[in-house]
């Protein structure tokens, strides 16, 4: 659905950074390079931006 604003297992804020990440990949960058440059190095930090589902645009119309 819509990024969680922190990490559920650390809480740092994760959220901000979720529409640069979206951005760097479509310009054709590796995942890896883009997490480190925007300093999320974590694991579990990176869980949460790598593993989540943009579904906000297929459930709005049900709203």
């Not at 994760?14 to 925007?38: C, F, H, Q, T």
């Amino acid at each position: 659905m819509i990024i969680p604003v922190r990490c559920f297992t650390c809480g740092k804020v994760i959220g901000s950074s979720y529409e640069a990440y979206k951005k760097r990949l479509e310009l054709g960058e590796k995942p890896k390079e883009v997490l480190d440059s925007l300093g999320i190095n974590r694991y579990c930090c990176r869980r949460m931006i790598i593993s989540h589902a943009d579904l906000i645009d297929d459930v709005m119309p049900y709203s």
